[in-house]
């Protein structure tokens, strides 16, 4: 059935419209301005900081990506975030199988406690963190990121993993067990493969937050070579902080990887939150 909208539909839409035109800018202005301002020296973002840049400067840009540190910086962030969801996704998969599909005594309590993580701030943490880790011998050790960092990514992960094992019917496990699988093989041939698309909102979330995580690096890496990107970019901004359009070019790159690592993998994350959600 087709018809003219009423003006109360018309109106809300409108007002939706201008909200997500709003937020859009709030969030592509400044990107803008970081993109053309690191084609630009410090008398252009001095003169015209809104314009394009007349003449361009490359150099901020090809500077950088000739240099071995940034890459080296790039490939420390790549490794530690994709140990911290190999460990972190492991860990939180087979928890959430076990208090999705068996009951036990105190499974509500137990998982109640997981949940309560969401609500502890990670740098109210940074300091008891930093003695176990000096005590463990993991400062200036990759696995003194990545660890905590699963740890941390625990609650949520496995919230949204049991919620979507909880919606796989019991027919099939019971099918599976009359096949000859055990709990194990039915986790790891049935409920698994099921389960990718949660299995892969959980890495993009994990990934983009391993990303961007400054304070855990900053606090238990003191050898440069295991810096991640958004340590060297505090350190490259104080190295050259009378060149604000070589800091704005090393800003935008540090930012690229995990912009093009999200646009492609949006779709999935917005539809395996939708389906744990539906679960």
């Known amino acids: 059935m087709t018809g ?94 076990v208090f999705a599909r068996f009951a036990f005594r105190g499974r509500e309590l137990l998982f109640t406690l997981f949940a309560i993580g969401l609500m502890f701030p990670f740098a109210v943490a940074i300091l008891p963190l930093f003695v176990l880790l000096r005590g463990l011998g993991l400062l200036d050790n990759p696995f003194g990121v990545i660890l905590p960092q699963a740890a941390f990514g625990l609650p949520v992960t496995i919230i949204i993993l049991r919620q979507f094992f909880r919606t796989v019917p019991g027919e099939l496990e019971e099918a599976a067990t009359l096949d000859g699988c055990g709990a194990f093989g039915f986790f790891w041939r ?48 104080g190295q050259y902080s009378d060149d604000t359009g070589r800091v704005l070019a090393y800003v935008v790159l540090s930012m690229v990887p995990a912009l093009a690592f999200y646009a492609v993998a949006e779709r999935q994350l917005v539809g395996g939150l939708a389906g744990s959600v539906k679960g």
């Open 4 to 97: 003219r909208r009423s003006p109360a539909v018309r109106t809300r839409n409108g007002v939706l419209h201008l909200i997500s035109v709003a937020v859009a800018a709030v969030i592509v202005v400044p990107i803008v301005f970081g993109v053309l301002g690191g084609f630009k020296d410090n008398g252009q973002l001095s003169s015209n900081p809104l314009g394009l840049p007349h003449p361009w400067q490359p150099g901020n840009y090809t500077g950088i990506l000739a240099s071995d540190i940034f890459w080296r910086q790039l490939a420390n962030s790549l490794f530690i975030a994709v140990a911290t969801v190999v460990v972190m996704v492991g860990a939180a998969a087979m928890a959430a199988f």
């Open 190 to 237: 049935v409920l698994l493969p099921m389960a990718r698309p949660a299995l892969a909102t959980v890495s993009v979330l994990a990934i983009v937050a391993s990303w961007n995580n400054f304070m855990l690096p900053l606090v238990v890496f003191t050898d440069q070579s295991w810096w991640t990107l958004p340590v060297g970019v505090q350190q490259f901004q």
